[in-house]
């Protein structure tokens, strides 16, 4: 007996000290991933179910992971079983742990003050610049976020519900065209310089954010249409980017960003929706100034296309249902998935307050 007890101590110190250890330092390599893809997925799925709501004209909503915390407690126990017999008696010692995690998740709606700024607020040129210079393409950093340039629209109207008449956007269209083809050849830089007042400054601000052009002989052509299409003189190569309409000096390109809410709009109307979701009236049907169904994937095709399908799709890099349809992204559509994640770092830079930016002039290629 006494070789039993010393056996079922011996069973359940080793248990404790070797394999049975699941706690501690050996926890957080199993946890930490799993929480990680749970909340980024999550998070992408609310922001593509957004996406559909405001294709249908419904609200969106937006919650947030605030905090997520979470408790292990490890039990131990130890049996023994006895059994009698005809023969010698026999004690079979049984050890065990229980770990018990306790996980709390916290969820914060996105409201008051906060939804303000991070989803009515226009995006702030610096933002703009932020992303230029951290490699993405300056083409769909504009289409994304800005929503006008000088004269150029880009449509304007789409930054709201879906509209009846198609909106007003190839000539900005292929203004961004010329500048990510200059981007390419590294013939423009986007960043921050010591102002230089103009007699239109009134308080003119210590840094302003600047387009300089360098022209190469190869360019000549896609320069100067790029300047007649901003209506800007030819001799001009350093242009000051403000958000000024009222009083624009002849070396400016006044730009106006969207909100949050706004570049979810404009990227909303490019879903595709279930044809009789079409035939009773659930999604506005654009029109053209010829009176024939306009296709949203002029505008927005290169950005982000929402496809959808009666069930769930197989090779979806993020799929939500509504409305007893299945909506997602392709897997294989590197343009979208680009685009989604733009998404994200714009929703981010919008949650925090963005500094002004030290005098600067470099542009990334990326994509």
Not at 333 to 348: A, C, H, P, R
């Amino acid at each position: 007996m006494v070789n039993s007890i010393q056996t079922i101590f011996a069973v359940a110190m080793l248990c404790t000290t070797t394999g049975c250890r699941t706690y501690g330092p050996a926890s957080l390599k199993q946890t930490h991933p799993e929480y990680n893809h749970a909340i980024s997925k999550s998070l992408d799925e609310q922001f593509l179910l957004n996406l559909v709501r405001l294709k249908y004209r419904d609200n969106p909503f937006f919650l947030e992971v605030s905090s997520v915390t979470t408790q292990q407690s490890v039990e131990q126990e130890l049996n023994t079983i006895v059994t009698l017999l005809r023969g010698p008696d026999t004690v079979t010692p049984m050890a065990g742990m229980i770990l018990k995690e306790t996980p709390t998740i916290s969820y914060t709606p996105l409201q008051g003050d906060k939804f303000l700024k991070q989803i009515l607020s226009p995006i702030p040129l610096e933002a703009v610049l932020i992303l230029t210079q951290s490699g993405w393409s300056i083409e769909r950093v504009f289409s994304v976020c800005v929503e006008r340039a000088n004269n150029l629209d880009n449509a304007s109207t789409a930054s709201g519900p879906t509209p009846a008449l198609e909106p007003v956007f190839r000539q900005f269209k292929e203004m961004v065209s010329i500048l990510r083809e200059l981007q390419l050849e590294d013939a423009i830089e986007l960043g921050a310089a010591a102002s230089v007042p103009d007699e239109n400054d009134i308080l003119p601000s210590t840094h302003e954010l600047v387009l300089r052009i360098r022209p190469k002989p190869g360019l000549k052509a896609p320069i100067a249409s790029l300047k007649e299409l901003l209506g800007l003189k030819d001799s001009i190569n350093q242009l000051k980017l403000t958000n000024n309409f009222l009083q624009r000096s002849q070396n400016s390109v006044s730009l106006r960003t969207r909100s949050m809410m706004g570049v979810l709009f404009h990227l909303s109307h490019n879903t595709q929706v279930p044809a009789e979701h079409e035939q009773v009236g659930l999604v506005t049907r654009t029109t053209t100034h010829e009176n024939r169904l306009f296709d949203w994937n002029e505008v927005s095709g290169n950005l982000l296309r929402v496809r959808s399908s009666p069930a769930r799709p197989r090779n979806a890099f993020v799929a939500v249902p509504y409305r007893g349809a299945w909506f997602y992204l392709a897997d294989n559509d590197l343009e979208s998935k680009s685009t989604f994640m733009l998404l994200t770092q714009l929703f981010n830079l919008q949650a925090g307050e963005i500094k002004t930016v030290a005098p600067s002039l470099t542009i990334g290629v990326g994509g």
